[in-house]
């Protein structure tokens, strides 16, 4: 018979079902759940699903010098070294970034990996980079609008004057309004873990990813919405704002699983802000 286990580490950190806090993020990437993150991401079919979209939108902006602020245990990073891209790996969660160092190691890499926390980026990190990366929904761990406004701030600031900022979010406008389909599989993409919205309001997404064997963990993410982070980024100086849609640059507004969000810092005499939301 196989049990359900929720793994320990996680349990005894209680990350209730209601918990609304940016904090989570500390008690929630214990290290069982970093171990079986690439089982839940699986690297092969996640580069095959993104092909070069992260590495074309970099070079396409003369990007070289790239800070990834939510290195986990370090797809994006390891990439990007591979692309040939100057790279620092930051996170908050200490057993993502041992995990990340182990993997980068295993392909022949040694990262520069710094643990900080994005609201405080600037203690730990430093340096001007020419594009800054928070992929995989990370953005969506914060809860409490204060500290959204104040990592997109510190990321602004650890920008150059013509930097970048990448960053993606899933698609809770969807899952809010209940068109979730999740049929796709850009970014989690390991066949054997399923991930699941448990619980959705206005402000908790809950997710559980089981794995083969029954053990699970959860996630509780904050479900912002696709123009309200875009408005966020253009309240904290972002001048341009594109937003794709699972990689492409037109979507259907339901269809995405993923928004991607590349944010120029550089101020253009041509080109007006636009005030579309
Ligand atoms: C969903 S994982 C994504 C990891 C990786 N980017 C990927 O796509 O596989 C989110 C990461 O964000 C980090 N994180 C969440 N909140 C953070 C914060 N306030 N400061 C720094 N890192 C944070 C977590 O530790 C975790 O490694």
Redesign the pocket.
């Given at each position: 018979m196989t049990s359900t286990i929720q793994t320990g580490e996680q349990d005894q950190q209680s990350i209730d079902v209601d918990s609304r806090h940016?904090e989570n993020?500390k008690h929630e990437?214990v290290k069982s759940f970093a171990e079986r993150?690439d089982d839940l991401?699986d690297w092969e079919a996640r580069s095959k699903s993104e092909g070069s979209f992260f590495i074309d939108v970099l070079r396409q902006r003369g990007a070289k010098k790239v800070l990834d602020?939510?290195?986990?245990?370090g797809?994006?990073s390891v990439r990007l070294l591979e692309a040939g891209f100057e790279v620092v790996s930051?996170?908050?969660?200490a057993e993502?970034l041992a995990k990340a160092f182990d993997n980068g190691r295993k392909r022949g890499h040694i990262l520069r990996v710094v643990q900080?926390?994005?609201?405080w980026l600037n203690r730990d990190v430093h340096g001007e980079y020419d594009a800054i990366i928070c992929?995989?929904?990370?953005f969506t761990?914060?809860f409490e609008e204060r500290?959204r406004r104040k990592?997109l701030a510190e990321f602004y600031a650890m920008l150059r004057h013509d930097g970048v900022l990448i960053l993606d979010q899933r698609n809770y406008d969807a899952l809010l309004d209940g068109k979730y389909g999740n049929k796709r599989k850009y970014?989690y993409c390991g066949e054997s873990v399923t991930a699941e919205p448990e619980r959705i309001d206005e402000g908790l997404a809950r997710f559980r990813y089981t794995f083969p064997g029954g053990d699970y963990f959860h996630?509780n993410m904050c479900p912002i919405r696709k123009d309200y982070v875009r408005r966020l980024m253009r309240e904290v100086g972002f001048q341009r704002i594109e937003t794709y849609g699972d990689f492409q640059e037109t979507f259907r507004e339901d269809e995405p699983d993923f928004y991607i969000h590349v944010a120029e810092k550089e101020y253009r005499m041509d080109s007006p802000e636009k005030t579309e939301e």
């Open positions: 940016s993020y990437y993150w991401i602020v939510a290195t986990g245990t797809f994006h930051a996170d908050g969660a993502m900080a926390d994005w609201r992929l995989g929904n990370s761990h914060l500290d990592t970014y996630l």
